[in-house]
Structure formats: structure tokens, C-alpha cells
T-cell receptor
């Protein structure tokens, strides 16, 4: 049974800092891994999707990497801003997404 | 392009009642998936419908059921509500064919917050 773990559960950083969020999964037989953002009381916003054949994806200040063999992914956020404050979730797919419990990020002005 | 629409946004029910939630996917998307989010268990997959057929199912009791209509809109029904069913219910849509599932993200609605008294 696939299990996804995210560390840390919460993270507080000053504005402008570069940071890394971690995601690990137990079964390397995945088709893709997705990173989502969730604001309080809202649904999920897709940030990046990495297919199993890819090593990384980039979108603006976000970069996600995938190492299938070690069962790990990281989400790198450059030059963090207060607007980045949210819970970040990773999920392995493709269809029946299995989610981690998320990292709650607070960026302090 | 309109996003995924879920109605209603909030619901309050009492134990033993039943409830129906609705999800309209992005135009052209044929797959709709449902997830339950609770503080304790996080996000858990309920089921997925594609072309009016349930294609995948999570590990939930039979009180949780769903259906999909010919226009791809989906409904989820929970019967004999229990206190533990209090949660945010999210639906996600995607184009649906398996090859594209691997390359394209699922798009989520803002959810229905269900509270059981």
C-alpha cells in the first residue's frame, strides 16, 4: 500500500528565504507526482506535475524534483513571499491520488 | 474556461440523514474523482467516474456512493450520516484517458464542507 510522508509538518520562514519542502513515498512504481497548494477553506491548486520519466519541473519561483529510485521529491521555493503562505501537499498518481498530510508554510514579512 | 464547480459550499446535517453533493467538471473533462479531507486522515480517495462508469474505488463503506451523468457532471451521496463523516469533500476533474492522466494534473474544486450534528 502506497504511503506518502511530508516533512516538516509546519515551517515558518522570513520573507525572501529560499526553502525546500520534502515528500517521500514507499512504492516507487508511480506514474507521476503532483504538488498542490491549499489555502484555508479552499480546494487544491495544482502547482507542478512530474511524470515518472522526468527528473524535475519548473514554474516561476518553484522547482520540483523527483527521484523515483529513492522514493523522494522536493519542492524548492525561491525568494519566498508572504503570499506563498499556504499548505503544500504532494500526491502520487495517476488516477487514485495518494496524498501526504502536507506542510503548512508561513512566510513572515 | 470555467473551473470545477461544487455545490453546495456548506451543508449541515444530523446523524442518520443522507446528503447529495454535486460536482460539475471543467468543460471537456470526462473523469471526475471524489476525495474526503479530514484533519486526522488527510485527503483520501473515494471513487472516480469516467464516462458514467465507476472506474476506481477507494476504501470507504457502501454508505458512500456516486454517479456520473452523460454531461460528465457527478453526484456523491452519503447515507445514514455519522459524526465521522464531517469533512471537506473535494472533487477533481481531468480529461480522463489514462495516457493523459499521467501527463496532466487533476483540477480541484473548492469543495463542500459537510458538518454533522
Amino acid at each position: 500500500k502506497q504511503e506518502v510522508t511530508q516533512i516538516p509538518a509546519a515551517l515558518s520562514v522570513p520573507e525572501g528565504e529560499n526553502l525546500v519542502l520534502n515528500c517521500s513515498f514507499t512504492d516507487s512504481a508511480i506514474y507521476n507526482l503532483q504538488w498542490f497548494r491549499q489555502d484555508p477553506g479552499k480546494g487544491l491548486t495544482s502547482l507542478l506535475l512530474i511524470q515518472s520519466s522526468q527528473r524535475e519541473q519548473t514554474s516561476g519561483r518553484l522547482n520540483a524534483s523527483l527521484d523515483k529510485s529513492s522514493g523522494r521529491s522536493t519542492l524548492y521555493i525561491a525568494a519566498s513571499q508572504p503570499g506563498d503562505s499556504a499548505t503544500y501537499l504532494c500526491a502520487v498518481g495517476p488516477e487514485k491520488l495518494v496524498f501526504g498530510k502536507g506542510t503548512k508554510l508561513t512566510v513572515n514579512p | 474556461k470555467a473551473g470545477v464547480t461544487q455545490t453546495p459550499r456548506y451543508l449541515i446535517k444530523t446523524r442518520g440523514q443522507q446528503v447529495t453533493l454535486s460536482c460539475s467538471p471543467i468543460s471537456g473533462h470526462r473523469s471526475v474523482s471524489w476525495y474526503q479531507q479530514t484533519p486526522g486522515q488527510g485527503l483520501q480517495f473515494l471513487f472516480e467516474y469516467f464516462s458514467e462508469t465507476q472506474r476506481n474505488k477507494g476504501n470507504f463503506p457502501g454508505r458512500f456512493s456516486g454517479r456520473q451523468f452523460s454531461n460528465s457532471r457527478s453526484e456523491m451521496n452519503v447515507s445514514t450520516l455519522e459524526l465521522g463523516d464531517s469533512a471537506l469533500y473535494l472533487c477533481a476533474s481531468s480529461p480522463g484517458d489514462r495516457a493523459r492522466f499521467r501527463k496532466q494534473p487533476q483540477h480541484f474544486g473548492d469543495g463542500t464542507r459537510l458538518s454533522i450534528l
